[in-house]
């Protein structure tokens, strides 16, 4: 007589498959055989690599101290015996702590979950109970379900386990994160959704509807669905691919592996926002071509004037020939001043700047800038007016340094003007330090450009000739950073600029 039925068989089956946790109904599942087949006692066992063994769930605990003798003894142990396959039962007589002798089957099953778990499923009952070659592969069928239903718990309790400490360090991440097993999502970050410009609950909806989202904000959609494609071929595990947005942002996707088994595969996903790396990346590939734009400019006047003095079949006059070669000592100025201005920034940019400061009053230092005004400005210089309300303090300077940052200023001053171009520099004493100021009536600079004013390689308009390297105005707050002073601008736009910076007074 038969003990179970594909009635039976069914219902068990349906009872693991629909149940969230399996362990859960586990205990169910064995009663249900127990009562069946009429024996006394069903228990499943796990087994780990250091011989420890676990009761995974009992039919009846209460029931379980009658074997615990028996549970301890050799032939239990041999239960597990398996190479990993569903084996047939054993059939084996035991003692009880009682002295009932029982009738015994064991069917070991391996888990795929993990190489080092081994389980088992014990059935004892009475001595008379015979258990039928057809109730036999039932109750296999039965125990394939539970180990896969195992299986599939133990992944799940190990990705739930990942969830509870790892995934609260990943919530706080920088970087969006999405974590999926198989295509489900099991979890995302809040900064995944600002990156993808989404306000979806990630963990509700399919990985094809993430991929949605992506092809939605991305401007170039065919690049990205071909993208898309590789990534989701599951034969490669190390991916990435950047999207341009429509919002401009540069959004680099990459595909990581986490966990791998023959059932199951997490992976993660990692959205980085690399807008800043493309910017500054765009900034420098622009500053290069106005670098060379810059230096090939007085270069090619220089050759153009020497060409020119080198022909023997023009015989230039005395005046004709002072001229060139006084645009050529001009440009070689310009072209000193250039390369100067880089080698400035890049000691600055790699804070290796040294100044030569010396104590000397500021009517000292006035005189010499004046001086050195005339000389650079020449007929312009009628256009700069100096003004000093202050004499005898003093200033603890690299006098060179500080005449170049207010050249920089006038320079500026005239660039972004008319030819009707004045410029005003103001000395006057503020508090403990000396703050000098260069105006101009130039064409000013907008409000929302202020803040930006000072950052390297920042030119509000690169196309414009009056523009040059984007460095003036960081090389200016690199020298007078570095005399402990400050530097800040006032402009409206229309309206002219005053740039502004301080100097400390030395104390006596
Ligand atoms: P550049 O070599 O391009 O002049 P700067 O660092 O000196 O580099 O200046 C950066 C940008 O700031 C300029 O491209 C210009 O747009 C703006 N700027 C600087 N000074 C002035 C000014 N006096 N008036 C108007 N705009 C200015």
């Not at 003894?73 to 007589?93: N, P, V, Y």
């Not at 888990?111 to 109750?139: M, N």
């Not at 005004?373 to 210089?381: A, D, I, P, S, V």
């Not at 390297?456 to 402990?484: E, M, R």
Request: with cysteine; aromatic share 10%.
């Amino acid at each position: 007589m038969n003990r179970f039925d594909l009635h039976m068989i069914k219902r068990l089956s349906e009872m693991l498959t629909m149940s969230t946790s399996c362990t859960c109904i586990l205990q169910e599942v064995l009663i249900t055989i127990v009562e069946a087949a009429q024996f006394d006692l069903a228990v499943i066992f796990l087994k780990n690599t250091k011989e420890e063994t676990f009761v995974l769930s009992c039919s009846h605990p209460n029931r379980f101290q009658k074997y615990k003798n028996y549970f301890k003894s050799e032939k239990f142990t041999a239960c597990f015996d398996t190479d990993r396959k569903i084996q047939g039962s054993k059939h084996d007589l035991i003692t009880s702590n009682r002295g009932e002798e029982c009738q015994l089957y064991s069917i070991p099953f391996p888990l795929s979950y993990d190489k080092d778990i081994k389980c088992t499923f014990i059935l004892i009952g009475k001595r008379d109970v015979i258990i039928s070659a057809e109730d036999l592969s039932f109750l296999k069928i039965i125990m394939n379900q539970v180990s896969l239903a195992i299986d599939n718990e133990l992944i799940n309790t190990n990705t739930k386990r990942l969830s509870k400490s790892s995934l609260m360090i990943l919530d706080s991440f920088a970087e969006g994160v999405m974590v999926i097993n198989n295509q489900n999502i099991f979890f995302w970050n809040q900064k995944l959704n600002c990156l993808i410009e989404s306000n979806k609950s990630w963990t509700d909806y399919s990985i094809e509807q993430f991929f949605k989202q992506l092809i939605a904000i991305s401007k170039d959609t065919l690049n990205t669905q071909l993208a898309i494609d590789t990534l989701q071929n599951d034969s490669i595990i190390h991916y990435h691919f950047f999207i341009e947005t429509r919002s401009n942002k540069y959004l680099r996707i990459k595909k990581y592996p986490l966990e791998k088994s023959h059932t199951s595969f997490t992976w993660g996903i990692v959205v980085s926002d690399f807008t800043q790396y493309k910017e500054s990346d765009k900034l420098k590939d622009d500053l290069i071509a106005t670098v060379s734009h810059e230096l090939r400019t007085p270069l090619t006047s220089i050759k153009g004037n020497a060409s020119a003095l080198l022909r023997t079949d023009i015989n230039w006059p005395k005046e004709d020939q002072i001229l060139f070669l006084e645009d050529i000592y001009e440009e070689s100025d310009h072209l000193n001043d250039l390369i100067g201005k880089l080698l400035d920034f890049s000691k600055i940019n790699a804070g290796a700047l040294r100044i030569d400061p010396i104590v000397l009053t500021v009517q000292a230092f006035v005189r010499n800038l004046s001086v050195q005004l005339q000389k650079r400005y020449k007929e312009r210089f009628s256009q700069i007016s100096l003004h000093m309300d202050i004499g005898e303090e003093r200033i603890e300077i690299d006098e060179q340094r500080i005449i170049q940052v207010i050249f920089n200023l006038i320079d500026n001053g005239f660039k972004h003007n008319t030819a009707n171009a004045s410029i005003k520099v103001n000395i006057h004493r503020f508090d403990h330090n000396i703050q000098i100021t260069v105006s101009d009536n130039g064409k000013g600079i907008p409000k929302e450009n202020i803040d930006k004013i000072f950052d390297k390689y920042y030119q509000k308009n690169p196309n414009d000739a009056a523009t040059g390297f984007g460095l003036g105005l960081a090389i200016s707050k690199g020298f007078i950073t570095a005399h402990n002073g400050e530097i800040w601008v006032e402009s409206s736009e229309g309206c002219g600029s005053s740039f502004h910076f301080s100097i400390p007074i030395v104390r006596r």
